[in-house]
């Protein structure tokens, strides 16, 4: 019994000392970065920038804009007491962080390089694209006609529309499916679309949510 008891509390100590460590080192290089790039107002000491969301989720958007303005190169965001993210702007900025990312079509180079571009060549040929202009151009010109329809004057939802227009041109050139998608007063996949994007953000304004095991036994976790 004695011995299981000793077992348990070393166990226990190591977890401890490591998640003590791997927080000490998330603390230290967010400092680290903080001295690099500048921070924008209106951080709060927990929550971080994620207090400026609001409560449509659309207040933060809106600082990203004014921040894109005020800082020309990059900027920190902190997404809580330990998250923050380095937003980039700046395309020399950009450009080192794409080539040190990941080793991918863009970023990868020599033989692998070659190998891939070799691969999705034949299918971005000119001629195998041609007869998909059509059908894009037809998704276009319906989602144009609704703006048509619409009375003068009234404001519309951008995101809406032009994600029934690319669900319809997805549809028409991989499926070959023409379901008149954009004359629908309704529609499941946008719906869904909207709703995944309201869970996010409540889940992203909600820091206890943020851990997979409490998400997981909230309502909408479960749902």
């Not at 894109?68 to 923050?84: C, D, E, F, N, W």
């Amino acid at each position: 019994m004695i011995t299981l008891t000793w077992v348990a509390t070393v166990v226990i100590a190591v977890v401890v000392v490591k998640v003590t460590i791997s927080l000490w080192n998330t603390v230290r290089r967010n400092q680290e970065i903080a001295k690099e790039f500048p921070v924008p107002p209106g951080s709060h000491w927990l929550l971080g920038h994620m207090v400026l969301l609001g409560d449509e989720g659309e207040g933060l958007m809106l600082k990203f804009m004014e921040w894109s303005k005020i800082y020309k190169y990059a900027h920190v965001t902190r997404m809580g007491p330990l998250l923050q993210h380095c937003t980039v702007y700046h395309h020399d900025y950009v450009k080192a962080v794409m080539s040190r990312a990941g080793d991918g079509l863009l970023t990868s180079a020599g033989p692998k390089w070659f190998r891939n571009r070799r691969l999705l060549t034949p299918g971005f040929h000119f001629e195998i694209l041609k007869p998909y202009v059509r059908l894009f151009s037809e998704s276009t010109n319906v989602m144009l006609n609704n703006w048509e329809e619409l009375k003068s004057g009234s404001s519309i939802d951008v995101f809406h529309h032009t994600s029934l227009m690319t669900l319809d041109s997805m549809l028409k050139c991989a499926l070959s499916q023409h379901t008149d998608c954009q004359t629908r007063k309704t529609n499941d996949y946008i719906a869904a679309v909207f709703e995944l994007t309201d869970l996010t953000m409540k889940r992203a304004r909600t820091l206890l949510l943020r851990s997979d095991l409490i998400y997981a036994l909230s309502a909408d976790g479960k749902s």
